[in-house]
């Protein structure tokens, strides 16, 4: 190339020749100079991107527990971690976490930058359960990780033994302690325990699922039937319905008749009844009179609970129950807390059984401090508190009893499949375990 330019510098002396000839040559030279630049420059960019992902992020791990009493904010709070921060954190992780089911001693993790501010947020139910949020723009995403778990179903077979209980009997043929509560639960509904005779027959099966084959993380009934010599023949099935948050996941007979046993709690801590259900002289106006409640003596101040799981539909005040608090139920009974001295909850708040509600106290109509518990069938009437032992869930009808019969031939048929996966292992009076992965 620079030998044909002096050629045609030698050959051609027009300036403006030689100046385009000139001019070109530097063009050219530039040319390479800022694709040279722009590869350096490339090169840079890529670098210092490698050099951002792979610089240690100095973020701070800190973690704490969920102590008596607690919720995620009050870990937060002792975490240190900002308002908003907070507020972002409860907001992005209610809908996937149930967070009115914490226990106690379960951990939460924060990872914060320098400046304080929370990029990622974690907690794990359990080994196999991770929930994430990750800070982005300023927001959190949301990101669970479930790790793979084993499923297993186990069917139980055994006898009363003479002398024995139902207990030690669901004990001696293997069934974990973890989930023998919930299969006398099961029973406890169509047999009276009082009831049971040696002899009487029992076939459980659970379902259990568990991380790493051996950790354990949740289990459920799937399937229970007693035959006794005086309480029958009684069968019991797990209805899981599309909405797996749905109050309608529980037991039923074939017919979808419900097998909840969702026992009464008592509403104060001491139960001295000053004045019971039924037609009294009353003690201000001297009058005979219908008592529609019971009347329990207590010092002011003792805390009051709901008697069982429901939705509160009345919190206020008037000048005969003073202070009170009405709670509806699952089968649309009407719990009455009167004479409050204070109310902890307002209407349309859920409450679960047990809850404490509020004060007892002696306000409107009242000689002293006592609690005043009325309860109001379905169909409005006052009842005797004491005559109701539970709460039933309504019987499933059309769609749902489809479902739930279609559900009952699987379980009749996945019980026969465990059972013979596994050959019968007589025990004295009992079979033990047999089990099948699914
Ligand atoms: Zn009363």
Same mark, same amino acid.
Request: hydrophobic share 35%; with cysteine; glycine share 10%.
């Given at each position: ?314 919190? /206020?005040?008037?000048?005969?129950? =003073?202070? @009170?608090? $009405?709670?509806?139920?699952?089968? !649309?009974?009407? %719990?009455?807390? +009167? ?28 000689? /002293?401090?006592?609690?005043?518990? =009325?309860? @109001?069938? $379905?169909?409005?009437?006052?009842? !005797?508190?004491? %005559?109701?032992? +539970? ?48």
């Amino acid at each position: 190339m620079k030998f044909w330019r002096i050629s045609w510098f030698a050959f051609f002396s027009a300036t403006i020749f030689l100046s385009a000839c000139f001019e070109s040559g530097k063009i050219e030279s530039l040319d390479g100079e800022i694709q040279q630049a722009n590869l350096q420059l490339a090169n840079a960019q890529t670098s210092l991107a490698t050099y951002v992902a792979k610089r240690p992020q100095r973020l701070s791990v800190l973690s704490d527990t969920v102590k008596a009493g607690e919720g995620l904010y009050q870990v937060l709070e002792r975490l240190q971690v900002n308002f908003n921060d907070k507020r972002s954190i409860v907001l992005a992780i209610q809908d996937s976490v149930e967070l009115s089911n914490l226990r106690v001693g379960q951990a939460f993790h924060v990872a914060q930058d320098s400046l304080g501010n929370v990029q990622v947020f974690r907690y794990a139910p359990n080994p196999a359960t991770v929930h994430l949020l990750l800070k982005e723009n300023d927001g959190f995403v949301y990101k669970l990780v479930a790790k793979p778990l084993v499923v297993k179903q186990s069917v139980f077979e055994g006898f009363i033994a003479k002398g024995g209980t139902l207990h030690e009997t669901l004990l001696s043929v293997g069934i974990p302690a973890r989930m023998s509560g919930i299969v006398a639960g099961v029973l406890q509904c169509k047999i009276p325990f009082s009831s049971v005779q040696p002899g009487d027959r029992f076939r459980i099966m659970l379902e259990e699922s568990f991380y790493q084959d051996s950790i354990w993380i949740a289990g459920k009934v799937i399937y229970a039937e007693f035959d006794g010599r005086t309480v029958g023949h009684h069968e019991a099935f797990l209805y899981a319905d599309p909405d797996p948050k749905s109050t309608y996941n529980a037991h039923y007979t074939e017919s979808g008749e419900a097998l909840i046993f969702d026992g009464l709690r008592y509403p104060l801590d001491r139960l001295h009844i000053t004045s019971p259900f039924g037609v009294r002289i009353h003690p201000v106006t001297g009058q005979r009179k219908m008592h529609s409640g019971i009347d329990y003596g207590s010092p002011k101040g003792s805390p009051v609970y709901a008697v069982a799981k429901g939705k509160v539909i009345v919190s /206020g005040y008037d000048e005969y129950s =003073g202070n @009170k608090i $009405a709670i509806k139920h699952a089968d !649309n009974s009407v %719990s009455y807390y +009167m004479h409050l001295s204070s109310r902890g909850v307002g209407v349309g708040q859920q409450v679960t059984g047990g809850q404490v509600i509020g004060r007892v106290g002696s306000t409107g109509r009242s000689t /002293g401090p006592h609690l005043h518990l =009325g309860f @109001k069938n $379905a169909q409005g009437q006052w009842i !005797n508190p004491k %005559s109701k032992t +539970m709460i039933a869930t309504p019987k499933l009808q059309g769609e749902r009893l489809a479902r739930l019969q279609s559900q009952v031939k699987r379980i009749r048929e996945d019980v026969l499949k465990t059972e013979a996966e596994t050959p019968r292992e007589f025990e004295g009076s009992s079979v033990k375990v047999k089990q099948r992965k699914i």
